[in-house]
């Protein structure tokens, strides 16, 4: 199977009152970084899709992680970064989807060719699995809160940590009522399973929410400045007009041999 690059760097501990680094403390396993492999080898199940063409090829997918590509990647759905764009061009890649256009926008700017094929492949997750096998009870968790990674101290205590197993989180986050996030991946899962969102403004430059919501044909909206605020908003319109079918499509099924 080609490599699917991921973003999941390893944390350090530390110690005392001057910041000395202890120990390596494990993975970050933030959740909506993790999705992409998760994704890629669905699809590759479903289609029977098992040996790649080339062992050395590697698959950009979920996440803010344009700035991982090297010379030939190949890009599917992945976004630029508005912490990276300071760094210079972007690497001439294989380009079959982005997040939005503001990726697109980027990319070429460095000479890339980019279709206008936008979407975050983690709004195909529910139809690449049944509510069954992901273990989804529609309406069952309440309001759930979603900081972003580095949110969580502004957050209510209650609020889902979004480092840990990926599938415990699509869980909780499909099967709310209301989810209240700056976790740009809780958006992203909410809106795909239909669940009312209202998003909070948090830690992160607000370029990769913006792509996202263009990318599904939407202006982006006013962001809550808190999560209490939050409370007395009206959540997002559901997401109505993006069509799944163009990304599904432009999957790089190319880079593996069928088996049929």
């Known amino acids: 199977m080609p490599e699917v690059v991921h973003w999941n760097p390893r944390r350090?501990?530390?110690i005392g009152p001057i910041p000395l680094p202890l120990a390596i403390s494990g993975r970050t396993n933030n959740f909506g970084?993790?999705?992409g492999p998760w994704i890629v080898q669905r699809i590759c199940e479903l289609e029977g899709l098992h040996t790649a063409v080339e062992a050395s090829a590697r698959l950009i997918t979920v996440g803010s992680i344009m700035r991982m590509g090297t010379e030939g990647d190949v890009v599917w759905g992945t976004g630029?970064?508005?912490?990276?764009?300071s760094r210079g061009a972007f690497p001439r890649l294989d380009v079959r989807a982005v997040r939005?256009?503001?990726s697109a926008r980027h990319l070429r700017n460095s000479g890339n060719e980019v279709p206008d094929i936008f979407g975050d492949p983690a709004l195909l997750i529910?139809?690449?699995w049944s509510d069954l096998e992901l273990g989804i009870r529609r309406r069952s968790t309440g309001t759930v809160f979603v900081p972003n990674l580095f949110d969580a101290p502004v957050f209510p205590k209650e609020a889902l940590n979004p480092r840990g197993r990926f599938l415990d989180k699509i869980r909780v986050i499909a099967s709310a009522d209301l989810v209240i996030a700056s976790s740009l991946h809780a958006i992203v899962i909410a809106e795909a399973y239909g669940v009312p969102v209202v998003p909070v403004s948090g830690s992160e430059p607000e370029l990769k929410y913006h792509d996202y919501f263009e990318g599904t044909q939407r202006d982006a909206p006013a962001f809550a400045p808190s999560w209490q605020a939050a409370l007395n908003l009206a959540p997002l319109s559901p997401l109505l007009s993006w069509d799944p079918a163009k990304l599904l499509a432009a999957f790089p099924r190319d880079l593996w041999l069928s088996d049929s």
């Open 12 to 14: 350090r501990k530390w």
């Open 33 to 35: 970084d993790m999705l």
């Open 80 to 85: 630029v970064s508005g912490k990276s764009l």
């Open 100 to 102: 939005g256009p503001i």
């Open 126 to 128: 529910p139809s690449l």
